[in-house]
Structures are given as structure tokens and as C-alpha cells.
């Protein structure tokens, strides 16, 4: 299993992180708030909704953050033709990673056929277009076994990342209420064991603070889903992680998150 030991620098921490731009009520004005945040703290990308695409790719132009877009999201359930039009309209208009949620009841069924052919198509026509995918499992609704298969045949398909979650995969308990797990330490162990070393992890769900993020780094993770953003980063600085730093910010410059949603 890979892991990483060494002590990161804020830069590091920062190019971990998706900033989490997906929930369903965030207006223009906010998610404008949201590219503004990435970009001050040096994030990996923003994950955005398909028709946020273009507004994203032009408020971060200039920067080092990127544009990721979901496709199937939250569900997974839409024909595959449907991911792939997502995917390659997403990528025209300036996305360069693709986060594609598979198919679970397919998953549950047991039909590994489907699954296969759709993420050889989803990560060919991402590999086409010059954008790399992502593939969510929704590891609440999966059991050990579930995982394992899918870790190999995305590791068959050559895909750039396995990724827990949506932050959406609500599980309904037995009192009724509905929640999750996210990405929990067992399951992060187990993707790691089972997907090839050119597999790289994203953990979604739960890492909302800088000691959740280097535990999960710890644990051979080198991306992260999150809306706590500022609050990681801002640790980072404040505990005097090495440099280099994303200009502009100083010791206690904290802002906060926008997107925040029980999910991530």
C-alpha cells in the first residue's frame, strides 16, 4: 500500500483539494465566492456542476486552480450515453477533470459487464478530449467486495482516480433518519490495496480539517473532496507547515467556506 510520511507543505495541502461547489442551492453569487476562495488558497480545481463550467473557467483564469465537473452526479443512474455528453460538452467549455458517478444498482447487481464498458468509454473520451477522469463509487451503498471489483477494474481501465463519494449518498437508518459515512479510514486501506499504483485516491466526505487530511494523506490519499477549504488551508500556515505558501496569504487570514453541505 502507498502511503506518504513526509512532512507537506501548505502548497501541498492546498493542491489536494476540490473545492466542493455542488450543492444544489448555491446561487451565481456564491458559487463566484467559491472560485474567488479556490484560487486565493491555491486549490487542485472546483467541482462544479456542468452549467457552471464556463463561469468557472473564466473567474479562475490566470490561476493554477483547474475545473472539475461532475457527470451523473448525484445518482449515477443515467444511460452512458448521458455521461458521455456531459463529459464532452464539460471539457469543451474548460474542464480538464472529469468526476463520473458509476452505476449502483448496477454494481450491487453484480453486473461487472456494464460497468466495465462504461468506464473504458467514460475514460476514453476523457483521455481524447486531454481531461482525466474520476471515478465515485458511493461506498455506503457498496459492501467490501463491491469495492475490491471496482477498484480492479478501474485499475483495468487505466482511469487517473477512484474517488468514496458524492457527499450525497444518503443511507436511510433504523430509526428513519438518513446518513453516512463518507470516507471512512477502512475504506480508503481497502482502495488503496486494490487499485493499481498509477491509481491515484480521492477521499469525499468527512475530511473537514487539516488532521483529517493528513491522516487520510497518510493513508495514500492525494485528493481530497472538500468545502472547508479555507479552514485546512489556513491551519496549514498556522501550524507552520513549510512554504511555499499561496501568495497573498498570512498567519489567521482565515475565510470561510462557501458550499459547505452535510456531505463534505
Known amino acids: 500500500m502507498t502511503t506518504t510520511s513526509e512532512t507537506p507543505s501548505v502548497t501541498d495541502i492546498a493542491r489536494m483539494i476540490d473545492h466542493s461547489l455542488l450543492h444544489p442551492t448555491l446561487t451565481p453569487a456564491q458559487l463566484q465566492e467559491g472560485y474567488a476562495l479556490a484560487a486565493k488558497y491555491g486549490c487542485a480545481t472546483v467541482c462544479v456542476q456542468p452549467m457552471s463550467v464556463v463561469a468557472a473557467k473564466a473567474a479562475l483564469a490566470g ?151 493528513l491522516a487520510v494523506r497518510a493513508l495514500g490519499v492525494t485528493r481530497i473532496g472538500a468545502t472547508a477549504t479555507a479552514a485546512i488551508v489556513q491551519a496549514a500556515i498556522d501550524r507552520g507547515m513549510p512554504g511555499p505558501i499561496p501568495p497573498g496569504l498570512t498567519s489567521g487570514d482565515s475565510t470561510p467556506s462557501v458550499g459547505e453541505t452535510p456531505g463534505y
Open 63 to 213: 490561476s493554477d486552480t483547474a475545473v472539475c465537473a461532475v457527470a451523473g452526479f448525484p445518482q449515477g443512474a443515467n444511460y452512458l450515453e448521458t455521461k458521455v455528453a456531459e463529459a464532452e460538452r464539460s471539457i469543451a467549455e474548460g474542464a480538464t477533470e472529469i468526476d463520473v458517478v458509476i452505476n449502483a444498482g448496477l454494481t450491487l447487481g453484480g453486473h461487472w459487464d456494464l460497468i466495465q464498458r462504461e468506464l473504458e468509454v467514460m475514460n476514453a473520451t476523457c483521455l481524447r478530449d486531454g481531461a482525466i477522469l474520476k471515478v465515485i463509487f458511493e461506498n455506503d451503498f457498496l459492501q467490501e467486495d463491491h469495492i475490491i471489483k471496482l477498484c480492479q477494474l478501474c485499475t483495468a481501465a487505466e482511469v487517473a482516480f477512484v474517488k468514496t463519494s458524492t457527499g450525497y449518498g444518503m443511507v436511510k437508518q433504523p430509526d428513519g433518519s438518513y446518513g453516512y459515512l463518507g470516507a471512512t479510514h477502512a475504506h480508503l486501506k481497502l482502495m488503496r490495496e486494490h487499485s493499481g499504483p498509477q491509481v491515484q485516491i480521492k477521499a469525499a466526505g468527512g475530511v473537514r480539517t487539516l488532521d483529517d487530511t
